[in-house]
């Protein structure tokens, strides 16, 4: 869209007067009478760009939807600006967190499987001077919980008859 008032170089709290004599000032300073060639050419164009300028700045009504579409424009923009921004801060963050050298992982809370795998984390051989891979105290909790839940039901379904074959089948000694 185009900024009438930069066109017309005037202030967009300007009063109609101002933009009106700032308008005369340029129709006299890009009139096509006064150049030739492509000079005259640019000048016509700029001449109807200033025509339409100010004949949407001179009327209240369309001044005020002009305002407003501007002001779409610009929080449009700035909400492109913003995630442009984060854009690349999140991808600065991928890059920092690919050059550290201990991975931190995600486990999914509450399954049996996230506890195997971070039992797996915990109990698996490194080689020297390597530091222990950091778990968070929430994923400890919930290995603990599992864990106790297993065995809960385990102990449970050992005195239940019909499934206590099945139990003794899963214990290996």
Do not use: C
Not at 73 to 86: A, H, L, V
């Amino acid at each position: 869209m185009k900024n009438y008032y930069d066109l017309l170089e005037v202030n967009p709290k300007a009063s109609r007067e101002i933009i009106e004599k700032a308008y005369r000032v340029l129709i006299k300073k890009y009139h096509p009478d006064l150049y030739q060639g492509e000079e005259k050419v640019y000048a016509e164009a700029k001449l109807r760009e200033l025509n339409e300028a100010y004949h949407i700045l001179s009327s209240d009504f369309l001044r005020e939807q002009y305002d407003m579409e501007l002001e779409k424009e610009k929080q449009f923009n700035n909400t492109i600006n913003n995630k442009n921004i984060y854009k690349n801060t999140s991808s600065q963050n991928v890059k920092e967190e690919n050059n550290k050298n201990q991975e931190v992982k995600k486990y999914k809370v509450g399954t049996i499987m996230s506890m195997v795998d971070l039992l797996k984390d915990i109990f698996k051989k490194r080689k020297k001077g390597e530091k222990p891979i950091e778990i968070k105290k929430e994923d400890k909790m919930a290995a603990i919980i599992t864990l106790i839940i297993v065995v809960v039901l385990g102990v449970a379904l050992w005195f239940i008859p019909a499934t206590n074959g099945f139990i003794r089948s899963l214990i290996p000694f």
